[in-house]
């Protein structure tokens, strides 16, 4: 008598897996269904697919409020993840032959600097490549690694900092720091502005790591206390602030007007001390083997950056697009 009984092999598909790490990313159904442009009950179907053939809960459901991962499907989200980025990549390597270059890349930016470069870059970068849907996300460095890690992300456009392991970066640019002043400061027409000088000054700070401890560094290194007015992760808000005469302050992403949204006028200038340049870097998980679409945005980003001259000495031409001013912290 043969035995009809199946020899474990899994019974669900990379498209189901496709609909559970969507469900997870947009914590809804709902959601998920609609960014994937199928019915709510398909993707529903699917994740209750995975969970019998793994005989685990993957999610818990909150009525009216979405889902949320069990620790189980926090496990298998990043494999579900690498699964389909490999199946992606096979499907890339067979049509390595062929000149249409397609696929989908999950890219994130450090958020002080994704408004400046990044729309420049998609709109160049699709122009030479239009069957690549890039997909962008903002955030901090710590947001960023743990994307990388997750498998979320597959590149990540970030300045130097100290790297976790196993993370691998390419120099894509290096950008001079500058003193941010208003444009009636008293040296305001000078040259260069020494930090010594602006020792007593307010000191209105972009406080998103790692620029925070950049920023920071540069007093201490010098042997100088700074007096730190008001904090803000958004780079907007910093200008917004030092144009209306509240403090100075210190940035390397420079953009290409020099006013703030309310109208105001700052001025950049040198830094006199000698100071570390921003370092900007692509990084990617180092065990993870580049897909060729991989390949093809980090060698586009390089020769962009080397293209556009952007050097220590020349920031960038990028406009940044308007945002919303939030999240200030005034420090007492």
């Not at 529903?44 to 889902?67: D, Y």
């Not at 020099?258 to 100071?275: A, K, M, R």
């Amino acid at each position: 008598m043969r035995c009809q009984r199946g020899f474990g092999v899994l019974r669900f598909s990379l498209r189901q897996l496709e609909y559970f790490v969507a469900t997870a990313e947009h914590s809804s159904v709902a959601n998920a269904a609609r960014l994937l442009n199928v019915s709510q009950p398909s993707v529903s179907k699917a994740i209750t697919k995975i969970e019998e053939q793994l005989s685990v809960q993957l999610f818990i459901r909150h009525h009216a409020r979405g889902v949320s991962l069990t620790p189980a499907g926090e496990r298998l989200l990043i494999d579900a993840r690498g699964l389909l980025s490999y199946a992606n990549s096979l499907q890339q390597n067979v049509q390595e032959s062929s000149s249409v270059v397609g696929g989908t890349l999950n890219v994130a930016c450090f958020v002080a600097i994704a408004p400046v470069f990044m729309p420049a870059i998609l709109a160049d970068f699709s122009q030479i490549y239009p069957g690549i849907d890039v997909r962008v996300y903002e955030g901090n460095q710590e947001e960023m690694f743990d994307g990388l890690a997750s498998g979320k992300f597959e590149l990540a456009i970030m300045y130097d900092s100290v790297l976790p392991a196993g993370i691998a970066t390419t120099k894509l640019a290096a950008f001079e720091p500058y003193v941010l002043l208003p444009a009636s400061h008293p040296r305001a027409e000078q040259k260069c502005v020494s930090l010594a000088s602006l020792a007593d000054e307010h000191f209105i700070l972009l406080d998103v790591p790692p620029s925070r401890d950049y920023f920071l560094n540069m007093f201490r290194q010098n042997g100088l206390d700074v007096r730190v007015a008001f904090s803000s992760p958004s780079l907007e808000m910093v200008r917004g602030l030092v144009g209306r005469n509240w403090g100075y302050s210190l940035l390397v992403t420079r953009p290409y007007y020099d006013q703030t949204y309310d109208g105001q006028l700052v001025i950049g200038l040198p830094i006199c001390e000698d100071v570390e340049d921003g370092i900007l870097e692509i990084a990617q998980l180092e065990q993870v083997h580049p897909t060729r679409v991989m390949s093809v945005f980090s060698d586009f980003c390089q020769d962009w950056f080397a293209k556009h001259r952007l050097n220590s000495k020349k920031h960038t031409q990028a406009r940044i697009p308007e945002t919303a001013l939030s999240g200030f912290v005034k420090n007492t």
